[in-house]
């Protein structure tokens, strides 16, 4: 089903798992994006960035996301990721897309509140799911760079009122991740999770994904992260593996042989994610499941 980012969250709630959210950077490797979490059993967050979007195209993105949906038989949401301008986020929700984040980290914490407030309105006549963020996450993401010196981390008493002046759907915190993190991994800041979790009530949110130590995962899920992003491990394996197909390739050769490695590389990464995502070892549902019988 093409779905919204409440309806995957609110799910992922109460069986204790976190939603795959993938940022696609081309059309090519959307379709196998969708089938890794069809092969998996389990929904799937499609991402792009503004410039993304306009380059494929709205229109393209959301056709592919919803005839796939219904063909896979498989919940997919098709997400705006890091939009800062009222134009872009419109734009998105009039052709079709179920979710949206608008990005007010950089802004003061009242005006963050204002305009956040203002697309939850927007967003939410049409039944669009909407994120919303508090703290800066370091790192760079579409040509915004942030320095380790810049980043602030989420306060929860902030969160608290941010949560409940907005209306958002879900709430993007910065507890220490990078964007464009791939080389090396970085130190989670989760007590500051667990207090962030205790004193709001909607799903968090961790950007910068690939930066994330996977032993640290199944913290964060069972501390309220209901919503987990990748998009660097996806770029650079199918770059990588493009560079090694292209350069091997006769020049008349059928360019969807080259391609079509690539895709298959970022089906195998989503894949691979999914299955931590789901949170299989965690045994809280099926002892809940045995107490109420």
Not at 77 to 99: C, M, N, P, Q
Not at 112 to 133: C, D, M, P, Q, W
Not at 139 to 167: M, R
Request: glycine share 6%.
């Amino acid at each position: 089903m093409y779905t919204t980012l409440k309806e995957v969250t609110d799910r992922a709630e109460k069986l204790n798992y976190t939603v795959g959210a993938f940022n696609t950077h081309n059309l090519e490797m959307l379709p196998d994006m969708i089938r890794a979490a069809k092969e998996k059993g389990a929904p799937i967050i499609i991402q792009t960035s503004v410039d993304t979007a306009k380059y494929i195209g709205h229109e393209n993105l959301v056709a592919v996301c919803k005839s796939m949906a219904t063909k896979e038989m498989v919940d997919v949401v098709l997400h705006l990721d890091h939009a800062r301008d009222f134009d872009d986020i419109k734009e998105a929700i009039d052709k079709g897309y179920t979710s949206v984040m608008f990005d007010g980290s950089h802004l003061p914490f009242k005006e963050n509140i204002l305009k956040t407030s203002a697309v939850v309105e927007y967003a939410h006549r049409f039944g669009v799911s909407v994120e919303g963020e508090l703290g800066t996450i370091g790192g760079t993401e579409e040509g915004i760079h942030v320095d380790d010196n810049d980043k602030v981390y989420t306060d929860p008493k902030d969160a608290i009122e941010f949560v409940k002046a907005t209306g958002i759907d879900a709430l993007a915190i910065a507890i220490g991740t990078n964007h464009g993190q791939y080389k090396s991994k970085t130190e989670v800041n989760i007590p500051l999770l667990r207090k962030i979790n205790a004193v709001v009530d909607v799903p968090l949110v961790i950007h910068g994904g690939t930066g994330v130590k996977e032993t640290d995962i199944p913290e964060l899920i069972n501390n309220g992260i209901r919503k987990f992003n990748v998009g660097t491990e996806l770029l650079v394996a199918w770059t990588k593996t493009a560079k090694e197909t292209f350069g091997d390739t006769e020049l008349n050769k059928s360019l969807r042989h080259n391609v079509i490695p690539c895709n298959q590389a970022v089906k195998e990464i989503v894949k691979s994610k999914i299955d931590i995502f789901m949170n299989k070892k965690d045994t809280t549902f099926k002892k809940e499941q045995t107490i109420s019988v």
